[in-house]
């Protein structure tokens, strides 16, 4: 019998090129899982997301607050409250603008990425728990830079809406972080498919392989006299 030839024995062997959750995927079956997960993490998500709101709106209060002092961020159970004051040498001083940010516009993506994680075949629990925690922290993050982009929005519309009194412009500098906002928060599937696709490719499923113990050295020969 001849032996295969390496081109033959590079095509039989796509596991060394692709990812091991690409060889052979299931979809049916992980699509019906994903579901099934996906019902059971939305309502997790919804119980949670006081808690979520709390923490990504005041760690992006404190950051934001570093470099404008003049917009206020804080929360209350699921909406992040923001306050911009306008300044006091301007036809609107003393007043102020206020609006809030519901946390589920920008983080609707989150069950649908832990339901995908989920179902998504591994080689360990302890690797597909790593996984999944990796991509809700994540998320935790991306959220808090969101929260802030919004505060920016905010304030700028103010300023756009004093320029506009006081001398006549028609400037609109807050378009830019509207459009990212928003951008961002419609785009939470797609932020979610993209995370799940990292942590595969990453192969952040698979949990390290125990070290492998050398074997003991064979037994010295005696020496005949």
Excluded: C
Excluded at 4 to 28: C, G, K, M, N
Excluded at 194 to 213: D, E, H, N, Y
């Amino acid at each position: 019998m001849s032996n295969p030839s390496p081109t033959t024995a590079a095509a039989s062997e796509p596991a060394e090129v692709l990812p091991a959750a690409f060889v052979q995927f299931d979809w049916l079956r992980f699509i019906g899982l994903a579901i099934l997960f996906y019902l059971v993490f939305l309502v997790v998500w919804w119980y949670t997301l006081d808690a979520l709101t709390f923490a990504a709106g005041n760690i992006a209060g404190w950051l934001y607050g570093l470099f404008d002092p003049g917009t206020s961020i804080s929360t209350h159970e699921k909406l992040v409250v923001f306050s911009v004051q306008a300044g006091k040498n301007t036809d609107f001083a003393g007043q102020a603008r206020t609006t809030a940010l519901n946390m589920g516009k920008i983080t609707y993506g989150l069950p649908m990425f832990a339901a995908m994680a989920s179902a998504t075949r591994s080689r360990s629990w302890v690797g597909k728990l790593k996984a999944v925690a990796l991509g809700v922290v994540v998320f935790v993050l991306l959220s808090i830079p969101a929260v802030m982009v919004w505060a920016k929005m905010l304030g700028l519309q103010l300023e756009d809406q004093i320029a506009a009194v006081s001398q006549g412009s028609s400037e609109t500098r807050a378009s830019f972080f509207y459009y990212a906002f928003h951008g961002y928060a419609f785009s939470q599937p797609v932020v979610a498919v993209a995370l799940w696709l990292a942590i595969i490719l990453l192969g952040l499923f698979k949990a390290r392989p125990l070290p492998v113990k050398p074997p003991d050295p064979p037994p010295a020969k005696k020496r005949r006299k």
